[in-house]
């Protein structure tokens, strides 16, 4: 599973990591995609992204914010350091501090969806 999210180089939902698969020939039942998805999440391995739409599962690695398409559930990883000064206003803003695991969620429609 940490394979194909990392080839597909996307966030992917239970459905398309159990599509992903089916066409790489490897059968797996969907219940196994989700229990595995949720195991790696839990050790940290894996993130979860709740948006409209199923939840996707994207690597945890360099730290990220995400941009999520409102009408299709697209998830985008912003790179951190790209965010700096966002960040820095919203703390002093709201006086919250994202923690190591924390991230932004930007809403939108992705460049597919337009308006």
């Given amino acids: 599973m940490l394979r194909l999210l990392i080839v597909s180089g996307r966030h992917l939902s239970i459905t398309e990591a159990w599509e992903e698969l089916a066409r790489s020939d490897i059968a797996v039942h969907p219940a196994t995609v989700y229990r595995t998805l949720e195991t790696l999440t839990a050790a940290g391995l894996v993130h979860v992204v709740h948006g409209p739409g199923p ?61």
């Fill in 55 to 115: 939840a996707r599962y994207g690597i945890t690695g360099e730290p990220h914010h995400h941009a999520v398409c409102r009408r299709c559930g697209h998830v985008e990883g912003l790179a951190s350091r790209h965010l700096t000064e966002a960040v820095g206003k919203i703390e002093e803003l709201t006086g919250l501090r994202p923690d190591s695991s924390g991230s932004l969620l930007v809403y939108g429609r992705c460049a597919d969806c337009g308006d």
